[in-house]
């Protein structure tokens, strides 16, 4: 076997890297462990509050020592596989988007005290009503200035062409009401943007309807803070102009000196600090100050108390305190005798990351040119067209960022005419950096460069690159939730996979022999391969990520089986052992390839266009399939050739008695069926269509959105069992996941979704009540502060919005389409006929349209499967063995063609289907062994998605048969018919 060394040395490495990785997830969910353990009381209910304050309080303490390197919890949760939403809970926030902010834009910043009254008395109804905040505005308006028009607020020169002093009342609400409806609309974009770019995988953001309101969750969150600052960040970026200590020397040292007359009044620590400066003048500086200090060390204003650090220099040029003085200091530059003595031209802001030295953390205060308009900065962060993490010249983090042509050439004049000064890089009114110019910058290309971290580089370019919010928005609520496939469902789920997974191992034993062990051996190393990768790389395990397992694992022992079948050929034609194998890798390895590479084209378009559990779905798939591949091909040729070293007197087998011309020597005539699977498969699909556009499909909350309701216990509560039991008690889906605590449940349906009506909110909530009633046998109780055994309460209640935004459904039918494009030009290029491609598309939209007629026809008996977002994982599933199955067939198709021609068309169809039907059955046999059992033993929170699957595996295999290979045999039919008409025409002339 050649390159022996490279693939022992590839597979030690990538086995000793993923064993590293995955030890962290290891030590993680021992941690985790502690964590509940701690967080749980007598009663059994676990505060999740509790359990994220213990993880808090070792997030920087060194908990793993590996071979001498010592690692913190927060180094730990960076490197560890990271599970998704659904199989883990994670961070719960609700924003809420400033409608002030926006009213006080639209009216031009009016002063008039009327105007500001009546905001700030809506936005205090606001906190109790669910009314419109613009109409609790208007409420308050004509309390404030009866018989006032709204026209005298808002008729400025901002709104020229939409609003005049003639305007009505009703005309101006129904433009405010519009900006402020498109304001939030364009923050929920704008948040779900940022959120996507965070890094968590497969996160939820939905709207409540009828506020300004928007609740997110985030995975697996450990640092909450970072969380709190990419939600709420403006975005606001702005350039200035640095105006240099030295030029406003003497009103800066004023202004200091009553900062450290502050200080000293109050015993504070005073630390004057002069670097290394031939400057005269800043000696001359300190030593007014220290005479201004002896001066008024009496002083009897003691309202802050502040430790001043004055750095004064020509290399820093700034004005340096201590962290924890900042807010002082900002109340006295507040202060009307500090305004006084300051340059009118000149605004001050701080840095936004403290520097460490001599164990303080200092802050620099930068002292800003104001521009003539005030607010406005000589460039904004409008002209950003893109923006991305990189490194700087000495391989630090920074944000390299793209402007269009306008600010190029803004910025180009503004860099020219600060040669050997300084610009500020200001976010949200804190500078990040604030470099030399050493000279013009010519293009819009530039970089930010500072004291960041990879993380706070990424979230700064994730920031710009999103765009900044049209208003501020504040955290009202966070919660810490649990997983919306509960702890039992989950386990239920990886038992039944276990399970299905010995099966196969039995199976593939009992059919191969000792090649089912080398098989099972590439399996193993497959799925360890795909976790190891995954936590290298930092991504996360989602059910749609399990469901690109699955598939993986289907093409893992696809790939062995087609090996395997053309080895035991090899031997059946008389070839000695080491013949056969070499002859059964070479012959295999082009449909191997090829069916890989088909799928792999699927992931990567999915990864790139798609959105939500897509993507999460195309990650796992792309590993999985270079893992399958490298496993299946060159890790069990490995194992073969050392099991082989006796040449043909080896004892190794590929068959047992058992399997022994068993699916050998077909001849089924499968063309001559393939009008009657036409029939079959058109039938079906139009009945199951016609019974969805009928009875329609039921959609999950994630697809439809729905009410929210907060629900507390006294004991705890399994999600999993109460969503199964809602979902029977009244129409429509049902999610339950966990809320803070193990005893307090966040129920979401969306049971009469389409009603806006109180009545309608009444009657979803008693339906709610009387379905938890007597699901578990309790009584309903008012009292939420007193819960007793045997009582619920509802504590909340919200309309929400779907969490597959129109924009995700939009990304995943594009991905869908290129995907179909990409497969399409593939196997145009690999089989010269586009004959083969269009079957394979055809087949492909025959197998999703199936799925979905069975979904529906499963409904019309009774058994109701939801359409949600794993539905979306499953059919990409589909779509993957589909296609894997179908270019396996056209490959033996396309073998026998380039030996025997095309004279003999439906033949040669016919024999290359029966020459891989043992590998198309026994590839589809153990897939559907996991899916079946899983089907069947997994539980009902899984019971759609596996149903999927097994839907699609069966039809999937059955398409190949007998929709694309028939399919490209009637369209090359006519092709060779018209091409030998041709021949006789030219033989008649």
Not at 457 to 468: C, H, V
Not at 691 to 699: M, T
Not at 917 to 939: C, K
Request: a negative charge.
């Amino acid at each position: 076997m050649r390159n022996q060394g490279v693939i022992v040395f590839l597979t030690v490495v990538v086995t000793a890297l993923c064993l590293y990785y995955l030890s962290f997830t290891f030590v993680s969910n021992n941690i985790q462990q502690k964590a509940v353990e701690f967080a749980t009381d007598d009663a059994g209910n676990l505060d999740f509050a509790k359990k994220q304050s213990y993880l808090d309080s070792i997030y920087r303490e060194p908990v793993y020592n590996f071979l001498g390197a010592k690692f913190t919890y927060k180094e730990i949760k960076e490197t560890e596989l990271g599970l998704g939403l659904d199989l883990q809970g994670g961070m719960h926030v609700t924003l809420e988007v400033s409608p002030i902010e926006i009213l006080k834009g639209l009216s031009g910043n009016s002063k008039d005290p009327a105007f500001n009254t009546a905001l700030e008395e809506a936005n205090q109804a606001s906190k109790t009503s669910n009314s419109k905040f613009v109409d609790l505005f208007y409420g308050a308006w004509q309390n404030q200035a009866p018989g006032q028009k709204l026209s005298a607020i808002f008729a400025t020169a901002a709104n020229r062409g939409r609003i005049s002093l003639e305007s009505s009342d009703s005309d101006i609400l129904q433009i405010i009401d519009t900006e402020v409806e498109n304001a939030i609309e364009r923050s929920f974009n704008i948040l779900r943007t940022r959120v996507d770019r965070f890094g968590t995988s497969q996160p939820n953001i939905q709207r409540i309807q009828g506020s300004g309101r928007i609740q997110i969750e985030l995975p697996g969150v450990d640092n909450a803070t970072r969380v709190r600052n990419l939600l709420q960040g403006v975005a606001k970026l702005q350039f200035w102009e640095v105006a240099e200590v030295n030029e406003y020397l003497s009103e800066l040292e004023a202004a200091n000196s009553l900062l450290v007359a502050e200080a000293q009044a109050k015993k504070a620590a005073v630390k004057p600090e002069i670097a290394e400066t031939d400057s005269a003048k800043a000696a001359a500086a300190l030593s007014e100050l220290e005479k201004q200090l002896a001066g008024t060390a009496d002083s009897t204003d003691v309202s802050t108390s502040v430790s001043p650090i004055f750095s004064l220099t020509k290399s820093q040029q700034g004005l340096v305190y201590e962290i924890r003085d900042t807010v002082a200091i900002n109340r006295i530059f507040a202060r009307e005798d500090v305004k006084a003595v300051l340059p009118r031209d000149v605004k001050f802001l701080w840095s936004v990351k403290p520097e460490v030295a001599d164990n303080l953390e200092l802050l620099e205060l930068y002292a800003i040119k104001k521009s003539r308009t005030g607010d406005q900065a000589p460039l904004e962060g409008d002209v950003i067209t893109d923006a991305r993490q990189t490194l700087d010249q000495t391989s630090r983090p920074a944000v390299s960022m793209q402007m269009n042509a306008d600010g190029a050439r803004r910025w180009r004049k503004l860099t020219g005419d600060n040669i050997g000064r300084r610009i500020a890089v200001v976010l949200d009114d804190f500078v990040y950096t604030a470099p030399m110019v050493q000279g013009e910058i010519p293009s819009g290309q530039s970089e930010i460069t500072g004291n960041f971290t990879i993380e706070e580089a990424k979230d700064l370019a994730n920031i710009l690159k999103s765009g900044s919010l049209p208003a501020p928005t504040k955290i009202v609520e966070e919660a810490i939730i649990g997983p919306t496939l509960g702890k039992e469902a989950q386990s239920q789920g990886i038992i039944s996979m276990v399970a299905g997974l010995l099966l196969v191992v039995v199976f593939m034993v009992a059919y191969y022999a000792k090649g089912g062990f080398v098989a099972i051996a590439a399996l193993i190393f497959n799925i360890f391969f795909i976790l190891g990768i995954l936590a290298q790389l930092g991504a996360a395990l989602t059910l749609p990520g399990i469901a690109g397992i699955v598939l993986t694992i289907g093409m893992s022992i696809d790939a062995n089986v087609l090996i395997f079948e053309r080895i035991k050929e090899e031997l059946a034609n008389g070839s000695g052992l080491i013949a056969a194998i070499n002859e059964g890798y070479n012959k295999a390895f082009s449909a191997i390839l090829d069916s890989n590479v088909t799928t792999f084209l699927v992931g990567a378009i999915l990864y790139a266009v798609g959105q939500g559990p897509v993507k999460g779905f195309a990650i796992v798939l792309m590993i999985g399939i270079a893992s399958s591949f490298f496993s299946a091909v060159f890790i069990t040729r490995l194992i073969v050739h050392l099991m082989s070293k006796k040449g043909d007197d080896s004892n190794i087998s590929f068959s047992t008695p058992l399997a022994k011309g068993l699916l050998s020597n077909l001849n089924i005539d499968f063309m001559s069926k393939r009008k009657v699977a036409y029939i079959f498969s058109t039938g079906i699909i139009v009945i199951g269509l016609a019974i969805a556009l009928i009875s329609g499909l039921k959609f999950g909350v994630d697809f439809t959105g729905g009410r929210s309701y907060i629900v507390t216990f006294a004991e705890p509560v399994v999600a999993s069992e109460l969503k199964v039991g809602l979902d029977g008690e009244f129409d429509g889906s049902v999610e339950v996941k966990s809320y803070g605590a193990s005893n307090i449940m966040k129920v979401t349906t969306s049971y009469l979704i389409n009603e806006d009506d109180d009545a309608s909110n009444a009657e979803v909530e008693s339906k709610v009540k009387e379905g938890i009633a007597n699901i578990m046998g309790l009584t309903y109780s008012t009292d939420a502060a007193n819960i007793q055994d045997g009582q619920f309460s509802i504590t909340g209640s919200s309309k929400v919005g779907a969490t597959v935004a129109d924009d995700i459904k939009k990304s995943s039918a594009e991905a869908m389409f290129f995907a179909l494009v990409a497969i399409f030009l593939y196997i145009l290029l690999r089989f010269r006929k586009w004959q083969f491609s269009l079957g394979a598309i055809i087949a492909l939209a025959h197998d999703v349209l199936f799925v979905i007629a069975a979904f529906a026809i499963a409904s019309a008996f009774g058994a109701t499967f939801e359409i949600d977002q794993v539905f979306i994982a499953a059919i990409l599933t589909v779509v993957g063995y589909s296609i894997n199955d179908t270019v396996i067939i056209f490959d033996r198709i396309r073998e026998n063609i380039e030996l025997r021609g095309t004279s003999k068309l439906v033949k040669m169809f016919n024999d290359a289907i029966n020459q891989t039907m043992a590998r198309t059955l026994i590839t589809s046999l153990t897939t559907l062994i996991v899916v079946l059992v899983l089907l069947i033993f997994g539980g009902e929170v899984l019971r759609g998605f596996s149903f999927a699957l097994f839907i699609g595996i069966v039809v999937g295999t059955y398409s190949s048969i007998y929709i694309a290979s028939p399919i490209v045999v009637d369209l090359m039919k006519k092709e060779i018919e018209a091409e030998s008409a041709q021949e006789v025409a030219k033989k008649t002339v």
